[in-house]
Every structure is written in structure tokens, then in C-alpha cells.
Nanobody, 123 residues
Framework: QVQLVESGGGLVQAGGSLRLSCVAS????????MGWFRQAPGKEREFVSV?????????FYADSVQGRFTISRDNAKNTVYLQMNSLKPEDTAVYYC???????????????WGQGTQVTVSA
């Protein structure tokens, strides 16, 4: 069982930056692939980024955030991060971290989810 808790969301102006954190409970964090997803009001949850279990390789990103967002993880701290730069109003959503056994862009491939953190980008 893995419990995930996100933090770092907030209100920021367009062009600004935020760093989201997701802390996992349990001793097996390093065995999980970690993903970030987001859900805007009235829309389906969508993939943002994923990073492998070791964190040594580069993350994979949705086209909409490629070049602006960076995913990373610190297995010693049981934490995955999402650095978000050059934010746009269309990035406004609730952001969720998720843990799974394989790298995937599909939400249903992930076994554990956090409660989400709100990111609001004003124009």
C-alpha cells in the first residue's frame, strides 16, 4: 500500500513557476513508476508526465507541457517533483501524482493516487 500526498499548488500569474511535490509513504517507493496527471473543470483527467523507478532517465511529457515542465524524483526522500515553468492559464487544473508498476500515459495503469493540489494560473 502506498499513500501519496501532493503539495505546492497555488495561484500564479501567467509566465510564473511552481514546484509541486508528492511525498509517498512506505518503503517501496523506489519500485514504482511515478506519474503526474491533471484535471481541469469539466474535462477528463489527462497525462502530464512520468518518470521511471530509478529517476536516472529523463521523464516523458505530454506535448502540451514539453519544454516547460520537468519531472524528477528523490528516492531517499520518497518524493517526486514537478517543476512547472512558463505557466499558462490553460495549465489551470487539479494536479495529481500517481504510482504504478509500469510507465504509462494512461490513468488506469496507475494503482495509487494522491488527493490532488490545485494550480490556478491567471492571465
Amino acid at each position: 500500500q502506498v499513500q501519496l500526498v501532493e503539495s505546492g499548488g497555488g495561484l500564479v500569474q501567467a509566465g510564473g513557476s511552481l514546484r509541486l511535490s508528492c511525498v509517498a509513504s512506505g518503503r517501496t517507493f523506489s519500485r514504482y513508476v511515478m506519474g503526474w496527471f491533471r484535471q481541469a473543470p469539466g474535462k477528463e483527467r489527462e497525462f502530464v508526465s512520468v518518470i521511471g523507478w530509478s529517476g536516472g532517465q529523463s521523464g516523458f511529457y505530454a506535448d502540451s507541457v514539453q519544454g516547460r515542465f520537468t519531472i524528477s524524483r528523490d528516492n531517499a526522500k520518497n518524493t517526486v517533483y514537478l517543476q512547472m515553468n512558463s505557466l499558462k492559464p490553460e495549465d489551470t487544473a487539479v494536479y495529481y501524482c500517481a504510482a504504478g508498476s509500469r510507465s504509462s500515459i494512461r490513468a488506469y495503469d496507475y494503482d495509487y493516487w494522491g488527493q490532488g493540489t490545485q494550480v490556478t494560473v491567471s492571465a
